[in-house]
């Protein structure tokens, strides 16, 4: 059964870093998109960047970029989101998904077909 699962979530301090991973059981049966989001209470889920399986195209939202940096492990079906000089409004639950996606909708949850559980990350100041 193809499967998501995020790991690295934790507390850090503002301005600190975090590494998130996402594997899955076979990436490439999976789609040809991973991407992160993240969701705080009472909010919808926010696409924060997503990566192609093959290839190297790359998607940020604006808030994340040059702070966040994808990179992807095909031989360990793991995609990564280094996540660096974090704010407090990184703050979340983030989430991994994957489908065959359109990419100029990377950032719309219903792209996606396969969701991880989640990991969460807070940031304080």
């Known amino acids: 059964q193809a499967q998501l699962v995020e790991s690295g979530g934790g507390s850090v301090q503002a301005g600190g870093s975090l590494r998130l991973s996402c594997a899955s059981s076979?990436?490439?049966?999976?789609?040809?998109?991973i991407g992160w989001f993240r969701q705080v209470p009472g909010e919808e889920r926010e696409g924060v960047a997503a990566?192609?399986?093959?290839?190297?195209?790359?998607h940020y939202a604006d808030s994340v970029k040059g702070r966040f940096t994808l990179s992807r492990d095909n031989a360990k079906n793991t995609v990564y989101l280094e996540m660096d000089r974090l704010k407090l409004e990184d703050t979340g639950m983030y989430y991994c998904?994957?489908?065959?996606?359109?990419?100029?909708?990377?950032?719309?949850?219903?792209?996606?077909?396969?969701w991880g559980q989640g990991t969460q990350v807070t940031v304080s100041s």
């Open positions: 076979d990436m490439i049966s999976m789609g040809d998109t």
């Open positions: 990566i192609t399986i093959r290839g190297t195209n790359t």
């Open positions: 998904a994957s489908g065959t996606i359109r990419s100029y909708r990377w950032a719309t949850p219903g792209e996606y077909t396969y």
